[in-house]
């Protein structure tokens, strides 16, 4: 088994902040990085406000829906004040922080698997996790989306790259399908993963993508050719979700392996091991500091509570 290197993360320490609203369904940071928001299982939503002491004061989220089980704050370019929460009931509220209200919603053809925002917070993206169907709304004009696309393929995930030049869809089939945006005229598909790819990340200059999938392998792509820079692995079963530092340093990932793997992305060395009590739901990097907070579902079988937990230096 491959030993972590010694180094950045020696001094990091693991918080969980207070949770009782059942297995954590998602986490996201708001775009400058003072919130972070969790989506649980009993159907509440709870925001943290993080200062330089490390202390977390939560407070639940009012007047935004109920069923959520996907979160998404608005990026920094535009709505940033706005959080995407999508819910089981085919539909994704836009709450506004600044009125503490929805301030729009959006219909969905079914339940919501994934959502993104492009990175000028012009458009939102979501996946049907029926048919696996793709929606883009335009959040200025929410009355219908200005895509829905059927695909020959099962898709489990859906990014847009920094320039917002090309929309990326992982599939079922161990690939990616890379269009063109906003046209969607398609470009080319990337074949990686030996079996479902579940997850794509990338850095914050759009130079390397990321991709996750069922063979419980990391992969970095060129997104000049999409050559395969180099596959990362280490894990021992499905691998559900990765992301890049704010830096673009290192790459995360967790699987059903109860284990959250940090690497470095240059060398694709491991900086540090992560153990979870349970599966690991979500993980979120900070968008500006190396902070990375992550969720788990917990366990009846063995009384272990689901978790939000905050990986972080203390005084960062």
């Known amino acids: 088994m491959e030993r972590p290197r010694s180094g950045t993360f020696d001094e990091y320490k693991e918080n969980k902040v207070h949770w009782e609203q059942g297995s954590v369904l998602d986490l996201s940071w708001s775009s400058d990085g003072n919130l972070l928001t969790a989506a649980g299982s009993k159907g509440s939503v709870r925001s943290w406000r993080l200062n330089r002491s490390g202390q977390k004061d939560g407070e639940e989220l009012k007047n935004i829906g109920s069923n959520i089980e996907r979160l998404a704050w608005g990026p920094a370019a535009q709505n940033s004040d706005i959080l995407a929460a999508a819910s089981y009931e085919r539909s994704i509220s836009l709450w506004d922080q600044r009125q503490g209200a929805i301030g729009a919603k959006l219909s969905t053809s079914g339940n919501n698997t994934d959502i993104c925002w492009s990175p000028s917070g012009k458009f939102l993206a979501t996946i049907n996790r029926d048919d696996g169907k793709l929606e883009v709304f335009d959040v200025a004009h929410t009355q219908s989306p200005v895509i829905a696309a059927?695909?020959?393929?099962?898709?489990?995930?859906?990014?847009?790259?920094?320039?917002?030049?090309?929309?990326?869809?992982?599939?079922?089939?161990?690939?990616?399908?890379?269009?063109?945006?906003?046209?969607?005229?398609?470009?080319?598909?990337?074949?990686?993963?030996?079996?479902?790819?579940?997850?794509i990340e990338f850095d914050s200059r759009g130079a390397t993508m990321a991709t996750g999938g069922a063979d419980a392998m990391v992969e970095l792509w060129d997104t000049e050719d999409f050559s395969l820079k180099r596959p990362i692995s280490g894990h021992e079963s499905v691998l559900r979700y990765i992301g890049f530092s704010a830096d673009g340093r290192y790459i995360a990932s967790a699987s059903d392996d109860t284990c959250i793997k940090i690497h470095e992305t240059f060398s694709g060395e491991l900086a540090h091991d992560l153990k979870a009590d349970s599966f690991t739901t979500t993980l979120e990097w900070h968008p500006r500091k190396l902070i990375l907070a992550c969720g788990t579902s917990g366990s009846s079988k063995t009384s272990i509570k689901p978790s939000v937990t905050i990986f972080l230096k203390p005084g960062l």
């Open 150 to 199: 059927d695909t020959d393929d099962v898709v489990c995930s859906v990014r847009w790259n920094p320039q917002e030049t090309m929309l990326f869809l992982a599939t079922d089939r161990g690939s990616v399908e890379v269009y063109q945006w906003p046209t969607m005229g398609h470009l080319t598909t990337v074949y990686g993963h030996a079996a479902s790819c579940h997850c």
